[in-house]
């Protein structure tokens, strides 16, 4: 799912195309994508495109109001997991099976397509900023803010780092990918309680997520230059951990651990984050029980077709 760093880029990219462009009409390929009626799709065509912002992971385009005394009006578009732009000349045709949507400015033609059988993308049409903050799920903008916020936010809910990182009533703009990168950054298992943390590790905390987002922006904010981003994915050859399961950490060579759940992967290193023990992963280890490796030496011992500490080889 694109975040804070990959929708930054698709604003500014965005805003130097096609800001102060009229949208000339939208054509729609796939029935699901708009999930609102009022105001109808119809009433941004025609209009002029005056911004662009981000708010979380969303997108949002604002157009100028209809009339006179009237709100502005926005779409607001959430990729989701499968979702990305391309831009490409003018009345050029949504791809195949995955175009959603062809957006037709004066210069070009945006489109948004989904690679995905789960159609999970969505697009809103709403009037005014009244409208518009229905969609703000009143996350921390981490960039814009101070530790002694960061510490507010985090303490306000009991749950592991990772989830308090990924829960945008908490942190707008970070997901799984981003908040991997985070947690290896500040040497802490995704595991570890909030109420755990005293104010250093906090505010290392912070240092840390502040350093990866601003880092990973410049860095696309370069791969991408005067173009569009193409390569949009929560998969990079820079990251440290996350989506390189079984790869050696680049801070201490130790592989790239993981602990699966519902439809996402975390990733961690033992070393580094959790003082050498294996987190347990919650599909295996529950069939494993009493079985499942605690450290790195007993896993390899295990994958490598003996017993742990007398424990009874399940490879057989």
């Known amino acids: 799912m694109p975040e804070l ?43 002029r495109l005056v911004e662009v912002r981000r708010l979380g992971k969303r997108l949002v385009f604002g157009f100028e109001p209809p009339g006179a005394g009237r709100d502005p009006l926005f779409l607001v578009l959430h990729l989701m997991v499968a979702g990305r732009l391309r831009w490409r000349p003018p009345g050029a045709k949504p791809p195949g099976k995955i175009g959603l949507a062809a957006f037709d400015f004066e210069t070009g033609t945006l489109l948004l397509t989904e690679a995905s059988k789960q159609k999970r993308a969505s697009l809103h049409v709403v009037a005014g900023e009244a409208g518009l903050a229905d969609f703000d799920r009143g996350g921390l903008e981490v960039l814009d803010t101070d530790v002694a916020a960061f510490a507010e936010a985090l303490r306000r809910e009991t749950h592991t780092l990772k989830r308090s990182l990924t829960d945008p009533r908490l942190f707008s703009g970070i997901g799984n990918a981003y908040s991997d990168e985070i947690l290896h950054r500040a040497r802490l298992s995704p595991f570890q309680r909030t109420t755990n943390l005293d104010d250093e ?71 580094c984050q959790t003082g050498g023990k294996l987190l347990a992963d919650r599909v295996l280890s529950r069939l494993m029980k009493a079985d499942w490796p605690r450290t790195l030496e007993e896993l390899e011992e295990w994958k490598g077709g003996g017993s742990v500490a007398g424990k009874p080889d399940l490879r057989r």
Request: charged share 25%; net charge negative; glycine share 8%.
């Open 201 to 271: 590790a906090i505010a290392a905390l912070r240092d840390a997520t502040v350093a990866v987002l601003q880092e990973w922006t410049e860095d696309l904010r370069a791969e991408v230059g005067d173009g569009f981003p193409e390569k949009v994915t929560a998969f990079r050859p820079g990251m440290a951990v996350h989506g390189r399961y079984g790869e050696p950490c680049p801070e201490c060579g130790s592989p790239v651990q993981r602990v699966i759940y519902a439809e996402n992967e975390c990733n961690y290193c033992v070393t």
């Open 5 to 47: 760093p990959d929708v930054t880029v698709y604003v500014e990219r965005l805003e130097a195309l096609v800001a102060g462009q009229v949208l000339k009409r939208i054509r729609m390929r796939s029935s699901f994508l708009l999930r609102s009626v009022d105001p109808p799709l119809a009433a941004v065509e025609g209009r």
